[in-house]
């Protein structure tokens, strides 16, 4: 089986719009109230950037994104199980 201390983002490297649609379906397939789950507490952006056009930047070149993982809080295997086993 798995580790339940497995973490989305720093151990599988889960981010952007894979975890925001990994996210998205605790909430459309499992039910799962998760409008105080402040997304961006927890996973960085695809592409980071406070303009457009830092953003294209970003996308055109990727290599030159720096993340900090200790910036982004843990969501492990553990919490999404317990989310859809409890569905809060």
């Known amino acids: 089986g798995y580790k339940h201390s497995t973490r989305l983002y720093h151990d599988l490297g889960i981010y952007g719009d894979e975890a ?4 998205s379906i605790l909430e459309t397939s499992f ?3 998760l409008l105080s789950f402040v997304f961006e507490s927890y996973f960085p952006m ?3 950037g406070d303009t457009q056009l830092q953003r294209v930047f970003y996308w055109v070149f990727p290599c030159l994104i720096k993340r900090k993982e200790e910036n982004y809080k843990p969501v492990t295997l553990f919490q999404i199980e317990q989310i859809i086993k409890t569905k809060l």
């Open 20 to 23: 925001y649609e990994f996210i």
């Open 31 to 33: 039910g799962a109230d």
């Open 46 to 48: 695809e592409f980071p």
